[in-house]
């Protein structure tokens, strides 16, 4: 397969200067707030996230729920926090299954070479042949619905591109002077390989895994919103959409702010691998 | 009820019939104004039809185009429930309910030309009563020891059955048998997905179809054999009906408010106030069958206690649910079937929530309350699991209420959303699926013995059913008194069975029933004349468009 | 180049293959199938010896290398069977489904296309600082918003509220419109990116220097030099937005109730309609093995670096 002309990039200055810019800023705080609400919701809200208030029922935004409440009287602010928890620790998991899987992969191509390339390749375009979201929803059927089956069948689709980015770094570095020069001093394959390769493939990596970790968040509400997620009353993100939307007409709020937290953490995240990216060129 | 009469107004006065006779449907308007001819409707469907043999009419989708593309022999009043004349202008049964004759009326042709006569209702009810290997035709569910049958003349034709079968009268007029053409009974099951295909007499014929998203039904205007007590009689008044499957409920709902459908099914009670708030109209007719309940499968060693049955049941807050969720359209249930279903009896002094008394009821069973406030015994932890049933409305948030409500007594409730696989396979799993969500509409206290009866849909999971996975679980008073109500001939006697059953599921708490299920569809103010069958799908007749 | 191309073409043919079997053995792996659901679940009420019945007739329980025999030449004979969900044959609703499908795609990627060069040009041309740098940001936004919300918020606004299309009896361009944007929003992203990066690449390039030296307007030279250059490498991410492209169309098809292959998939899965799936997944990865082989024999044809060489030379 093709691989993009490498273009060089200027170093963005910002990046190089003292003051960090507005948009590093935001991006460290939104993860950052996300982050603390899966680690620790209840410090955040005091209402209960799967527990509702019968008699309480969609109510719209005001002082005493921020966000207004769902039909089942449950407070969605407080769902939206603890919803953080299944949102992000589902994307971990699918880059983490997809970063282990995929470098594996493209390690063992790239550093092996000819035949052993050719097919571990051609089995990567096997996995990208079959649209993403079709592999995973039949993956999930298999696995069973849930939280940590979805975060996985997502995992399974990222692996083909952590295989290709990790094949063609090795490929890069596999012909690097100070390789050979390790290789000459008697280093032994794996040896240079974690002291060597592996080092220096990481900035692109992490970068795209912190790509793929946005992504992984829009694809399991995805599925969630499909009802291939995780099961009720789990107040994971796109579960929120979508169990909002049926009652769009007259509870917008139950279908807008779930939205508008998955677009401002995977905002976050795009902007974090970028200038992840950027920083490596 | 009616099935022992030869002639359908004899004898007809029978008990029970006075609480049918005040129960009228929302909507069905008797129209003062004179009908217009001409125009299309628009009707938004929730999801698309599958195979459109009719037998597999109970499909919601499929009923609701089967009830406009197919008559049926007998036609019963949805507002009485008496067996009235259609396609058959007469009948008579034998005295042992084992011999059907009916005579059909003249002059009734396919859409394709042929001829309905005595050749093509035998044909018909010879496929449903049988099924047809080489074609994948299952049988019907309502045509139960059929034998045969028999063309007297062009227009007689008598069906012999093995055994009495005192339900087949009110199954002649259900969608389930609906009557269609020669070809196509000579189609394979597969080919019937397509409506177009599927050739009936009735007042509208399917023209157009695109799989899976629309349907275009075009009226007959040389429709001329409606059932004879209706006042409209002659072609029905729409052109064109375009059904659209939108699976959206917020699109349907939205799309009706915005003057962009004139009638929609599925609309969700929460919806309801907004509809009418702008002048539309609900429609909800009873579906007149077994409520919508859970059921237990007490084959699961931690459902097998009867205490702990009626424990789960007391601790159900059906109140609740319909007023959190749910809407005057929705009654709260006072038995197992609904109280426009036949027989009903009102036995809500059983079904009180009370939460004390379910508590008192686990601890003498010896589930006793942990430190984190769920119940366990010999270390087991009281522990159900259901899957959602997503064609009931609002099903996963009513079980999720059930799981709050339960876990107030220290039980713990998961509800699963699984694929349909999955679904399928672990329902029919006892240990898997204790507790399960159930409901069926029919107007025919057969019912009781479809949902119940371990030879048919078999809720509670007995042996000898479709469940391979279930060990001991069998309860032959129960089993007895189900096919005596699909044996007795004589109504008094069966309504009697009916009234015991009712007792007998609530006495063992094999069901909670929660809410009597109606049909809810939304339509324009200037929809007039729309009609509804016994159990709820709508007929599109008499309807038109005043615009 | 000739054995390239065929064993490039051989290569294709057999993922296309493993694709087959893989599809085939994720779906058998699958707890129950079609019969079952649809017998079981439906609302026939048969009896055991029934659905025993039915089971044998649809060949449910044969063996499974056999059942993969039968469904792999059917396949290769063109014979696609028969839906049993919807009782339709496989090819008729494969033929119904595939052109609005293709429709949607097409369209969504032109205004995918259309909006990132805009995104790409007016960030460039601009010389209001704030403006070009919050283009340069939004591509990160547009490539976050969920589709399926974009849609019913967007269904929400336009055609309920504000009445400006039909979503249910909509004339042909109307009804493609929301979904077409839905789509675009995120696709059009990653393509702003690449423009947004390479455009400033090729500035740098001397051919490029040379124009401006020669006094050409910073719009001709955009437009006439660079655009083209930078729009290229857009192509390597064609197999990416063909996955994209089916994603959005599964969501706004289901979102919008739009026929097309992305719902009917949605549904076979759902439903483990098992006929339908497969040829569903042979044709998508066929579409992605064709576009992915095109892109591979044209890039080097049409290699920006190619024609910078012949500009350098012929300008130097």
Same mark, same amino acid.
């Given at each position: ?281 | ?65 089967? %009830? ?223 409520? %919508? ?255 | ?316």
């Amino acid at each position: 397969m093709s691989t993009a002309p490498a273009i060089p990039v200027r170093r963005i200055p910002a990046l190089s200067g003292k003051r960090p810019p507005v948009s590093v800023i935001l991006t460290t705080i939104i993860l950052g707030t996300a982050l603390a609400w899966s680690l620790a919701p209840d410090l955040f809200s005091s209402y209960s996230g799967t527990v509702g208030l019968p008699g309480n029922q969609l109510k719209s935004p005001s002082a005493l729920h921020w966000l207004g409440t769902d039909e089942l009287g449950r407070d969605l602010l407080a769902r939206i926090i603890h919803g953080a928890r299944y949102s992000l620790s589902g994307a971990f998991v699918a880059v983490a299954v997809g970063l282990i899987a995929g470098s594996a992969i493209g390690l063992v191509a790239g550093a092996a070479g000819g035949r052993t390339d050719t097919w571990l390749m051609r089995l990567v375009d096997v996995l990208l042949s079959v649209p993403t979201l079709l592999l995973s929803l039949a993956i999930i059927m298999i696995l069973g619905f849930g939280h940590v089956q979805a975060a996985l069948a997502v995992g399974v689709t990222a692996i083909a591109s952590f295989a290709r980015l990790m094949r063609s770094e090795v490929l890069t570095l596999w012909r690097t002077d100070y390789v050979e020069a390790a290789f000459g001093s008697g280093a032994t394959f794996l040896k240079v390989l974690v002291r060597h390769v592996l080092p220096n493939a990481l900035t692109s990596v992490l970068a795209l895994a912190a790509l793929q970790f946005g992504a992984a968040i829009l694809q399991i509400s995805t599925l969630g919103f499909l009802g291939y997620g995780a099961p009720p009353p789990t107040p994971e993100w796109g579960l929120l959409i979508a169990e909002g939307r049926n009652y769009m007409m007259i509870a917008w709020w139950l279908t807008l702010f779930p939205g508008l937290a998955v677009i401002l953490v995977v905002m976050a995240a795009n902007h974090l691998g970028h200038t992840l990216e950027r920083r490596k060129a | 009820m009616t099935s022992q009469d030869t002639v359908f107004t004899k004898n007809f006065a029978a008990a029970g019939l006075a609480v049918l006779l005040a129960t009228t449907i929302a909507g069905s308007a008797i129209a003062t104004e004179t009908p217009k001819v001409g125009g299309t409707l628009t009707y938004l469907e929730q999801q698309p039809h599958t195979v459109l043999y009719p037998p597999a009419g109970g499909f919601y989708p499929n009923g609701g185009i089967l %009830n406009q593309i197919t008559d049926k022999l007998t036609y019963q009043n949805p507002e009485t429930l008496a067996i009235e004349p259609w396609i058959a202008e007469s009948w008579e049964i034998n005295a042992d309910h084992t011999q059907f004759t009916f005579k059909i009326r003249p002059g009734v042709t396919f859409s394709d030309g042929t001829p309905l006569d005595a050749a093509a209702v035998a044909a018909n009810f010879d496929a449903f009563g049988k099924g047809k290997g080489e074609r994948k035709f299952p049988v019907s569910e309502v045509v139960n020891n059929y034998e045969r049958s028999e063309v007297i003349d062009p227009l007689t034709v008598r069906f012999h059955f093995k055994k009495p079968s005192a339900g087949f009268l009110q199954g002649t007029s259900v969608i389930g048998s609906g009557l269609v053409s020669l070809s196509t009974l000579n189609r394979n099951f597969d080919e019937l997905g397509d409506a177009t295909l599927v050739i009936g007499s009735g007042p509208f014929v399917a023209t157009k179809q695109v799989t899976g998203k629309e349907l275009t039904l075009k009226a007959r205007t040389d429709y001329n054999w409606a059932p004879k007590l209706l006042a409209h009689q002659g072609r029905p008044y729409l052109d064109e009906i375009r059904y659209v499957i939108v699976p959206e409920d917020g699109v349907r709902i939205g799309a009706l408010l915005s003057g962009q459908a004139d009638f929609v099914r599925q609309i969700q009670a929460y919806d309801e106030p907004q509809v009418t708030a702008r002048g539309y109209q609900i429609y909800a007719p009873s579906t007149r069958g077994i409520n %919508n309940s859970v059921v237990f499968r007490p084959d699961n060693a931690l459902v097998a206690d009867k205490a702990v049955r009626q424990a789960l049941l007391h601790a159900t807050d059906t109140q609740e649910i319909v007023k959190t969720l749910f809407s005057d359209s929705y009654p709260v249930a006072k038995s197992i079937i609904a109280s426009t279903a036949l027989g009903f009896k009102d036995i809500s002094a059983k079904l009180t929530h009370d939460p004390k008394k379910a508590a008192e009821l686990l601890d003498q069973a010896g589930w006793k309350l942990d430190a984190d406030g769920l119940r366990r015994k010999d270390g087991k932890l009281l522990e159900l699991t259901a899957y959602e049933s997503p064609p009931q409305p609002q099903n996963k948030a009513t079980l999720q209420l059930i799981s709050q409500q339960w876990g107030k007594v220290g039980v713990k409730f998961n509800v699963l959303a699984g694929d349909a696989g999955s679904r399928v396979q672990d329902s029919l799993d006892p240990q898997k699926t204790p507790v399960a969500p159930a409901m069926v509409g029919r107007a025919d206290p057969d019912v009781i013995k479809s949902q119940y009866h371990y030879a048919n849909r078999n809720v509670l999971l007995q042996t000898g059913g479709v469940s391979t996975k279930v060990e001991s679980f069998r309860d032959e008073t129960l089993n007895g008194l189900l096919e005596g109500i699909a044996a007795e001939v004589d109504p008094a006697k069966r309504l009697k069975l009916v009234e015991e059953v009712q007792n007998y599921v609530i006495d063992q708490a094999y069901a909670i029933p929660i809410f009597e299920e109606p049909q809810a569809f939304g339509g324009a103010p200037y929809l007039k004349g729309i009609r509804f069958e016994a159990v709820g799908r709508p007929s599109f007749y008499s309807a038109w468009l005043d615009r | 180049m000739h054995a390239q191309l065929v064993s490039r073409i051989g290569q294709s043919i057999l993922v296309l293959w493993a694709a087959f079997t893989l599809s085939f053995v994720l779906l058998q792996a699958l707890p129950g199938d079609a019969v079952l659901i649809r017998f079981l679940g439906g609302d026939l009420g048969l009896s055991p010896e029934q659905i025993a019945e039915l089971r044998v007739l649809y060949g449910a329980d044969a063996p499974i290398w056999e059942q993969y025999i039968v469904s792999l030449s059917g396949f290769l004979t063109g014979n696609f069977g028969y839906s049993v969900i919807s009782g339709t044959p496989v090819a008729t609703e494969i033929l119904t489904n595939l052109p609005p499908t293709l429709w949607l795609a097409g369209l969504s990627l032109a205004a995918a296309a259309l909006l990132a060069i805009t995104i790409a040009l007016t960030a460039n041309l601009t010389g209001f600082a704030p403006l070009k740098a919050a283009l340069e940001n939004l591509p990160s936004l547009m490539i976050s918003v969920p589709v399926f919300w974009l849609g019913i918020v967007m269904i929400q606004m336009f055609s309920f509220q504000l009445g400006w299309v039909s979503v249910i009896n909509p004339g042909p361009w109307e009804q493609l419109a929301l979904p077409v944007i839905a789509i675009a929003v995120p696709i059009a992203a990653p393509l702003a990116q690449i423009l947004l990066r390479n455009i400033e690449a090729v500035s740098r390039q001397p051919f490029v220097q040379v124009a401006r030296a020669k006094g050409a307007a910073p719009a001709h030279v955009l437009v006439r030099h660079i655009l083209g250059n930078a729009l290229l490498p857009s192509l390597t991410i064609a197999g990416l937005l063909f996955g994209e492209l089916i994603a959005g169309a599964v969501i706004t098809e289901t979102v919008f109730g739009l026929n097309g292959i992305g719902r009917l998939a949605e549904r076979s899965v759902r439903f483990q309609d098992t006929a339908v799936l497969q040829a569903i997944v042979v044709i998508s990865a066929f579409a992605f093995l064709l576009i992915n082989l095109a892109v591979d024999l044209l890039y080097p044809l049409v290699d920006p670096r190619l024609r910078r060489d012949d500009v350098k030379g012929a300008t130097a």
